[in-house]
């Protein structure tokens, strides 16, 4: 008898969570340690498609209002069902590489619809309520993205480059 385990995930639709379009030969997925969340004092929960800071000692935590460059997209959070992730209490971010990726994880709340251009520069920092995804960058952000195709409603897909992982 084989052992059979049910897909948990509808593969024959799109991924609007993280769907990676371009780029994925030149990536480097690394596992980090999840740290604290300090809104909460409990582990951070990064789900894929977000983006998370690297803290001072090597663990991903969410954003703070100063935005740091040491930042980079999660590739398989404990936000979502993988057994992998909760095994070890690591999440994978991608490094290395410039790529496109299409995503509804990106700030609806702290920039309205329409703000959202091609080449508009993104970055992670804390706004509204926001901490753990993009967001338009101002002034000397660091930019670690850039819009590529803007979303066609609110909270539609959008395209997004990484510059800068």
């Known amino acids: 008898m084989e052992n059979m385990t049910p897909l948990s995930q509808d593969l024959t639709k799109p991924n609007t969570a993280f769907d990676i379009t371009r780029g994925l030969e030149s990536l480097i997925r690394v596992d980090k340690a999840i740290g604290i969340d300090?809104?909460?004092?409990?582990?951070?929960?990064?789900?894929?498609?977000?983006?998370?800071?690297?803290?001072?000692?090597?663990?991903?935590?969410?954003?703070?209002?100063?935005?740091s460059a040491n930042s980079f997209p999660i590739f398989a959070g404990n936000g979502?069902?993988?057994?992998?992730?909760?095994?070890?209490?690591?999440?994978?971010?991608?490094?290395?590489?410039?790529?496109l990726y299409k995503t509804v994880?990106?700030?609806?709340?702290?920039?309205?619809?329409?703000a959202y251009v091609s080449g508009l520069p993104l970055t992670l920092k804390?706004?509204?309520?926001?901490?753990?995804v993009?967001?338009?960058?101002t002034g000397t952000d660091p930019v670690l993205?850039?819009?590529?195709t803007p979303p066609a409603s609110a909270g539609a897909v959008m395209e997004i480059e990484v510059v800068r992982s």
Do not use: C
Not at 41 to 65: N, Q
Not at 80 to 99: N, P, Q, W
Not at 127 to 132: A, K, L, S
């Open 105 to 114: 994880q990106y700030d609806t709340v702290g920039v309205a619809f329409g």
């Open 38 to 67: 300090p809104a909460t004092t409990k582990t951070a929960i990064f789900s894929e498609g977000m983006w998370a800071k690297l803290s001072d000692t090597g663990t991903l935590v969410p954003a703070t209002a100063t935005p």
């Open 145 to 148: 993205a850039r819009v590529i």
């Open 80 to 99: 979502d069902d993988r057994s992998d992730v909760h095994a070890t209490g690591m999440a994978t971010i991608l490094m290395g590489g410039r790529f």
């Open 126 to 132: 804390q706004t509204v309520n926001v901490d753990r």
């Open 134 to 137: 993009l967001t338009q960058a």
